[in-house]
């Protein structure tokens, strides 16, 4: 209680702010009676009115100084009431200012009668300057600003292209319309109650601190289950390693009397010893009498990859899963969903992942084979986020492997229900994510290729393109790498040809973005659409050799070298030359690198977690889907021999953001 009354003034302070803010001012009258019946002291806050005429004023001022073009004026009333941890910590309020001093660096172009004066328009240009490389130097490498860091340097930018924007009518009322709103809301919000700031700020922090607790200990859980797995491993092993030395001090004490070991209880022994690094089969067909083979499997046991065997996951019932993925609850679906591309993701490399692979393919899980209207790829659509997102993360855990790839690739339909999702996803970004990495890696495929080409898809990549700031690094990153593979086909070309202006400037754009993983797949793109001489042309006239000469000073060796081939490409006069991975007259179903990347975004913010007994992952296939003989032998595909292209060079062959960072040829 003591406590209480020891901030009472404060407290009755705040809840009279707060009343006063919302504006229940009969509340406010009889709470502000009601504590000087009692005697209760309020805390004094200040006028509100007062504040709001000040502010009012202060709002006034800013937008008459943008008006005029009072630069000095504006930018003294900005620094003194705009918080500067406003100014410096919010991104959108960056944006704002460096469009601000913009509209005060072309003001007089724009507002003069005739030529405007030289003087003082040196001037406005200088500060402008000196902006961009002091505090406007922050947004040098976002693509929405490069541009107009050549600004000060233009001699005329009213008839420069790159500029055309900064001069139509438009222009200065929208960026007004967004200092009104800007002023509007940071005067406002200096208003904000006390008691409001802290509701919010407790229960942010709390919501993110049960988040991360939450996360903690789902991965807290996954390493004691592996742990768990490794330690009944050891066990095991020791057990079995007790077990055959006892038994082998009792030959030796045998020897000792004279009794010879029998070749047959040496092959039993060693059979024992070596049974978890070697298959039963191969352990009994090797001659442990032999000398040295026993001592030089064991010394190949214990190095860390050699003659080590993974053993094969169980067997399914493939006919009880596909049932449940269709006519499953939602919960259910998508945890066997879930438990199927874990099964994928987590197994090891090799005959393992092969193994599961092939049963999957070969009981056609996803029902690639099936005519049924309700079947598991309609999952795609279900009703439930959460089972569509799942279903789309199992499709690109798929299309991450060349035989998965193979299997999707036989049915056009996924194709097409792949376009449909990721022309309709608007709301779920893992779901688009993975939509369009599953794409990304059916564009290795030249069948796919082409008919993503022709459905129209290189006009939707460029659509989104346009705004890369908006779109997650693993959106961006396949987005780019996709385009660049539907460019490198001449049906590709033809297509960019259509809309040359809009490409080249969308390329242009992205070889200046923060994200550097995208930069092969840009050069890769510019470098053959290049190859079109009405697509030259037209990079020519919007002065595309400066902008890349730009990007040669600033880029690294690797970066500044395929620049100097692209220069080269827009300055050929060649026609194309019908390179081999532009020749739309060989459908090849082959025309792939054959190597598998599953990338750790597939299992990525998972939606789902179990409840208590509840199962979940491998548990619930072994548990409840156990089957008899569904793994199958595979044949491994032979491959295309790459054929090769010096590192320095842009890319010219289809590849995956995955299987690009690996170091797959390309």
């Not at 009354?5 to 009258?29: I, M, N, P, Q, R």
């Not at 200040?46 to 009072?70: C, E």
């Not at 890349?548 to 970066?559: D, P, Q, T, V, Y």
Request: hydrophobic share 35%.
């Amino acid at each position: 209680m003591g406590d209480v009354l020891a901030h009472e003034s404060e407290l009755l302070g705040l809840v009279k702010e707060y009343l006063d803010f919302a504006e229940f001012e009969d509340t406010l009258k009889i709470f502000s009676k009601e504590c000087k019946i009692k005697g209760k002291p309020l805390s004094k806050t200040a006028g509100g009115s007062l504040r709001d005429s000040k502010s009012k004023t202060i709002q006034k001022d800013l937008v008459a100084a943008f008006d005029n073009g009072d630069q000095k004026m504006f930018f003294d009333l900005w620094e003194e009431h705009i918080p500067i941890s406003v100014r410096d910590g919010d991104s959108l309020v960056q944006k704002l200012e460096f469009y601000l001093h913009i509209h005060f660096a072309i003001y007089l172009l724009k507002h003069s009668l005739g030529r405007p004066d030289k003087e003082e328009q040196d001037e406005r240009t200088s500060y402008f300057k000196t902006y961009l490389e002091t505090k406007g130097a922050a947004l040098s490498q976002t693509t929405e600003f490069l541009p107009f860091y050549a600004l000060p340097f233009v001699p005329n930018p009213m008839v420069h292209p790159s500029f055309k924007e900064l001069f139509q009518d438009s222009w200065t009322p929208e960026l007004r319309l967004k200092l009104e709103k800007f002023l509007a809301l940071i005067f406002k919000a200096s208003k904000t109650p006390k008691l409001l700031t802290l509701y919010k700020e407790n229960g942010q922090s709390n919501k993110e601190m049960l988040q991360q607790l939450h996360q903690q200990l789902v991965e807290a859980e996954r390493r004691s289950m592996t742990y768990l797995r490794r330690y009944s491993k050891i066990q095991a092993d020791y057990h079995n390693l007790i077990g055959v030395t006892a038994e082998l001090v009792d030959s030796l004490e045998a020897t000792v009397s004279g009794k010879m070991i029998t070749p047959e209880y040496l092959q039993s022994v060693c059979v024992r010893l070596f049974s978890n690094q070697m298959r039963q089969s191969l352990a009994h067909s090797v001659d442990f009498t032999r000398p040295g083979t026993a001592s030089t499997i064991l010394r190949a046991s214990l190095a860390p990859g050699k003659l080590k065997d993974v053993p094969l996951l169980p067997s399914l019932d493939y006919e009880k899963l596909k049932k449940d993925l269709v006519f499953g609850s939602d919960r259910l679906k998508a945890f066997l969903l879930q438990a199927l591309r874990w099964r994928l993701t987590t197994s090891h490399p090799g005959e393992q992942r092969e193994t599961v692979l092939q049963a999957y393919i070969s009981n056609d899980l996803l029902d690639c084979h099936s005519n049924n209207q309700r079947n598991v790829l309609q999952l795609l659509h279900a009703k439930s986020e959460v089972v569509q997102q799942y279903m789309a993360r199992l499709v690109n855990a798929f299309a991450s492997l060349a035989e998965g790839r193979l299997y999707l690739a036989q049915n056009m339909k996924v194709l097409r229900m792949l376009e449909e999702r990721l022309k309709e996803e608007d709301k779920d970004i893992i779901t688009r994510e993975n939509v369009l990495g599953a794409l990304q890696k059916f564009s290795l495929r030249r069948p796919l290729q082409t008919a993503m080409i022709r459905d129209g898809l290189i006009f939707w990549l460029l659509e989104i393109l346009k705004d890369p700031d908006c779109l997650s690094d693993y959106t961006l990153e396949y987005s780019v790498a996709l385009l660049m593979n539907l460019c490198l086909r001449s049906a590709g070309k033809k297509m960019c040809a259509k809309v040359a202006g809009l490409v080249l400037k969308v390329l242009s754009d992205l070889l200046g973005h923060e994200n550097h993983e995208i930069q092969p797949y840009v050069n890769g793109a510019l470098y053959s659409i290049l190859s079109v001489p009405s697509i030259r042309e037209e990079a020519r006239a919007m002065g595309m050799e400066d902008i890349l000469r730009c990007f040669i000073k600033e880029g690294n060796a690797e970066m500044i070298r395929q620049i100097e081939f692209i220069i080269k490409q827009l300055n050929s006069e060649e026609s194309p030359d019908g390179l081999l991975e532009s020749d739309d007259d060989e459908e090849d179903e082959d025309d792939e690198e054959d190597h598998d990347t599953l990338e750790a975004d597939l299992d990525k913010d998972e939606l789902i977690q179990p409840q208590l007994g509840e199962l979940a992952g491998e548990k619930l296939l072994t548990t409840e889907y156990l089957g008899i003989m569904t793994n199958t032998g595979k044949t491994k595909r032979k491959g295309l021999a790459g054929v090769q292209w010096g590192p320095d060079e842009p890319l010219r062959r289809p590849v995956t953001p995955g299987g690009h960072r690996n170091g797959c040829p390309a």
